[in-house]
C-alpha cells in the first residue's frame, strides 16, 4: 500500500508540481491549500508525511506544525517545511513546533525526495 502524503501551500502551481514528484515515488498525495484546511484533513486517517509552506493565509505552517502535535494520532507526524523563507529565528521555530526538515525553494525535485525518503519509512 503506497504512503500518504499530505501537501499543504497556498500555491496551486508549488503543490502541483510537489505532486507530480510524488506521484511519480508512487506516494499517494493529499493536498490542502492553507494549514486551517489542513487540520480538517488530520481526521485519523493515516498520514505518513506532510509538506507543509510557511507562509500562508489563515493558518500559517508553524502553526499547523504546532496544532497537528496536539492531536494524538500526529503527535509524530514528520513534516517537512517548502518555503522561501530562510532565517534561522524562522527555523528554530519551525524545529520547535515539531517540523523534522527544512527546505528553501526554488527546490529541485531530487532535493524533496531526497528528504522524503529519509522521514518517510516503510
Known sequence: ??????????????????????LASGYEVIEADDGLTALQVLDG?????????VNMPGLDGISFVAQARQRMA???????????????????????????A???????PPQLMEAVGKLCLP
Open 102 to 108: 527544512w527546505i528553501v525553494k526554488p527546490f529541485s
Open 45 to 53: 486517517r493515516k498520514i505518513h508525511l506532510a509538506v507543509c509552506d
Open 1 to 22: 500500500m503506497a504512503k500518504t502524503i499530505l501537501v499543504i501551500d497556498d500555491s496551486a502551481s508549488l503543490r502541483q508540481l510537489v505532486r507530480l514528484t510524488l
Open 74 to 100: 500526529y503527535k509524530f507526524l514528520p513534516v517537512i517545511m517548502l518555503t522561501t523563507e530562510n532565517q534561522q529565528e524562522k527555523k528554530e521555530k519551525g524545529k520547535a513546533a515539531g517540523a523534522r
